[in-house]
């Protein structure tokens, strides 16, 4: 297993631009969903892809929009970037549509995103 | 809406001594997972959590589950200042059907020597 790794680890952007952020998912690992952590909160759930399709999204606007890809890897793209979207963003994989049933899911370091 | 709420969301403790922190949700779920993140980490798999009566333990923490309460526990035995970090627990939204985990607020755990 070669882990979760995201890229870049930090970004800063200027507010109303676009960014994207990359996560290569652990092999084998079909199901990819992404994160947003705010400073001293906890993860929320942004969407999940499942083979390449949207499976799911939580309570984010259509300017968070992703993709998969069948080598394992995915992104999650903002445009019209605001302060507000200054978070850690995290990708976590698992196995199938409902998480690995002993091991759970598998997160990526996160890509730490400011908004100036 | 499936909400998850810990206490307590801030604990200082001395080595060598026990505490627990406790975790509710407020719907039916039938995994409960345990993680733990050290400062601008991330997310480290501690525990899963997969029926009723369900009980981990790894070294100085063990976790317990009793989906009728609605209530996970993570007991820490006699802590070490290496546990200092912040758990966070996590229910799978089994309405959603997309294993969409619902976190809460975070317990940051400081251990002083």
């Known amino acids: 297993e070669t882990g979760v790794t995201q890229s870049p680890t930090h970004l800063i952007k200027t507010r109303g631009q676009q960014v994207t952020l990359r996560c290569s998912s652990q092999?084998?690992?079909?199901?990819v969903s992404w994160y947003q952590q705010a400073l001293g909160q906890g993860p929320q759930f942004i969407f999940q892809?499942?083979?390449?399709?949207?499976?799911g999204r939580g309570n984010f606007p259509p300017r968070f929009s992703g993709l998969q890809f069948p080598n394992y890897s995915s992104e999650l793209n903002v445009n019209a970037l605001e302060l507000d979207d200054s978070a850690l963003y995290l990708c976590?994989?698992?196995?199938?549509?409902?998480?690995?049933?002993?091991?759970?899911?598998?997160f990526g370091s996160g890509t730490r995103l400011t908004v100036v | 809406e499936l909400k998850v709420e810990q206490n307590p969301l801030f604990l200082s403790m001395q080595e060598g001594k026990n505490y627990t922190i406790y975790c509710n949700y407020s719907?039916?779920?039938?995994?409960l997972y345990w993680y733990r993140q050290d400062p601008g980490k991330s997310l480290e798999s501690l525990f899963v959590?997969?029926?009723?009566?369900a009980v981990k333990q790894e070294g100085r923490l063990m976790a317990s589950l009793d989906t009728k309460a609605r209530l996970s526990t993570l007991h820490i035995t006699a802590a070490v200042h290496d546990l200092s970090a912040t758990y966070f627990c996590?229910?799978?939204?089994?309405?959603?059907?997309?294993?969409?985990?619902?976190f809460g607020q975070g317990t940051t755990l400081q251990v002083k020597p």
């Open positions: 976590a994989s698992s196995q199938d549509l409902r998480g690995a049933l002993e091991y759970g899911y598998t």
């Open positions: 092999s084998g690992h079909n199901t």
């Open positions: 892809y499942y083979r390449e399709e949207e499976n």
């Open positions: 719907t039916t779920s039938d995994r």
């Open positions: 959590l997969l029926s009723n009566g």
């Open positions: 996590a229910v799978d939204d089994r309405s959603s059907n997309t294993g969409k985990l619902i």
